[in-house]
T-cell receptor, first 115, second 114 residues
Framework: DQQVKQNSPSLSVQEGRISILNCDYT??????FLWYKKYPAEGPTFLIS?????DKNEDGRFTVFLNKSAKHLSLHIVPSQPGDSAVYFC??????????????FGKGTKLSVKP | DAGITQSPRHKVTETGTPVTLRCHQT?????MYWYRQDPGHGLRLIHY???????DKGEVSDGYSVSRSKTEDFLLTLESATSSQTSVYFC?????????????FGPGTRLTVT
């Protein structure tokens, strides 16, 4: 039973255009959401996060939007650059009984940005 | 970059042999995690630790054990490796006492069981 779903295994975008990566979740207890980027042969690197008390968080070219009613979040990259080509993982966590919960990851979306 | 190293970075071993992977951190973080990454599965949690000698199981813990005798080291052991344990293994660390849940990952260990 997947609690965090990334339904698009891959996405191809032209350089300079917007990339939109989507993530859906099922657990209403999740209160923190993160995006990680992963290049081949490297570990995932933290990109951006958002708390459930917000609906938007922006960091440079990267913006994450959270729609709690739809249990949906998205990562926007504007403008997209060839160096953004990587696998992007969505992750979520919940705070249970006074301790932080473990991260639950989606399966990832491979983004290809073409020059 | 967070100070996380993993050793070895690559290993080929035979079915039935024991294997130990090491994760070392220099950040003094309380939480440490072991994940495996497989095509079509994303990152799945194997075991985690919330302090020295304090460990717990994750989603895919069968066939794996862990130990943490020092804050900086977290070991993952495959007692008798099987071909289904061929994977890329990532260690991660996380701080406690913060309002965020960010984890920082090591470079990974590619394990092949023949």
């Amino acid at each position: 039973d997947q609690q965090v779903k990334q339904n698009s295994p891959s996405l191809s975008v032209q350089e300079g255009r917007i990339s939109i990566l989507n993530c859906d979740y099922t657990n209403s207890m999740f209160d923190y959401f993160l995006w990680y980027k992963k290049y081949p042969a490297e570990g995932p690197t933290f990109l951006i996060s958002i708390s459930s008390i917000k609906d938007k968080n922006e960091d440079g070219r990267f913006t994450v939007f959270l729609n709690k009613s739809a249990k949906h979040l998205s990562l926007h990259i504007v403008p997209s650059q060839p160096g953004d080509s990587a696998v992007y993982f969505c992750a979520a966590s919940a705070y249970y009984g006074g301790s932080q919960g473990n991260l639950i990851f989606g399966k990832g979306t491979k983004l290809s940005v073409k020059p | 970059d967070a100070g996380i190293t993993q050793s070895p970075r690559h290993k080929v071993t035979e079915t039935g042999t024991p294997v130990t992977l090491r994760c070392h951190q220099t950040e003094n973080h309380r939480y440490m995690y072991w994940y495996r990454q497989d095509p079509g599965h994303g990152l799945r949690l194997i075991h985690y630790s919330y302090g020295v000698k304090d460990t717990d199981k994750g989603e895919v813990s069968d066939g794996y054990s862990v130990s943490r005798s020092k804050t900086e080291d977290f070991l993952l052991t495959l007692e008798s490796a099987t071909s289904s344990q061929t994977s890329v293994y990532f260690c991660a660390i996380g701080a406690s006492g913060t309002s965020s849940y960010e984890q920082y990952f090591g470079p990974g260990t590619r394990l092949t069981v023949t």
